[in-house]
């Protein structure tokens, strides 16, 4: 099973949803910036609906997918259905996750070595089979993934150049990343709403996106925001 970069792992996974007979597979990978409490993702997409997670960053899914909350609080494995039972997400991400083809589905994640981080995996599809054969191919195969997807996500973090964002310009962002307007960032920062735009007119410009939402998502690839 050797596995070195984004392709071969994106292969390897679409094995392991075939082994399972899932129509869908996708991981992230999330860990501390060195010296920060500031969370980097790294997302693959070895197969997913098309346009699904472009559409999850835009709509910061993110924020109350109970799924990632329930990853990143216990790992392990975990099936959808059950999670969504125990906190339900608003109704409104269902069904657009149904509409996608994503209404059943395993997730998996495994803690990293420093206990701030780890993996998510995901797979998942309309008939999606929940048995003991598919949980025990998941045990076996995850840690090799988790190992392989920590090792890229440590490469693209030494190629990532450093983002020119001042401090205010943080602040801007988090609150915006959180749904607050402009009018909310500004009484929370205690600065005026034209300001507030000033600065979310200057952010997507040095993130290289074309709106907020877009800003918000380079901002969580780029470990400047983190994840609640």
């Given at each position: 099973m050797d596995c070195?970069?984004?392709?071969?792992?994106s292969a390897l996974m679409r094995k392991v949803g075939h082994l399972i007979e899932a129509d869908f597979c996708a991981c992230l990978f999330r860990s501390k910036d060195p010296?920060?409490?500031?969370?980097?993702?790294?997302?693959?997409d070895a197969f997913f609906p098309a346009g699904w997670l472009d559409h999850y960053s835009r709509r910061q899914f993110h924020l109350i997918d109970p799924i990632i909350a329930e990853n990143f609080n216990h790992f392990g494995l975990q099936y959808w259905?059950?999670?969504?039972?125990?906190a339900p997400p608003p109704s409104m991400f269902l069904g657009e996750a149904e509409d996608a083809g994503l209404k059943h589905g395993f997730s998996y994640g495994l803690q990293d070595r420093s206990g701030t981080g780890g993996s998510l995996f995901s797979f998942a599809g309309p008939r999606l089979p929940s048995n003991l054969r598919s949980a025990a191919i998941l045990q076996q195969v995850l840690p090799h993934l988790h190992r392989v997807l920590g090792e890229i996500e440590a490469g693209e973090r030494a190629l990532t150049p450093s983002v020119p964002l001042s401090v205010r310009e943080l602040e801007v962002l988090k609150w915006t990343s959180v749904g607050k307007s402009s009018w909310e960032t500004g009484k929370i920062l205690r600065i005026s709403e034209r300001t507030v735009n000033f600065h979310m007119r200057n952010i997507p410009v040095k993130l290289d996106s074309v709106n907020r939402a877009q800003a918000v998502a380079m901002a969580l690839k780029l470990g400047l925001l983190s994840l609640p």
């Open positions: 070195k970069d984004n392709q071969a792992l010296g920060t409490d500031l969370d980097r993702i790294v997302i693959l259905n059950e999670t969504y039972q125990k």
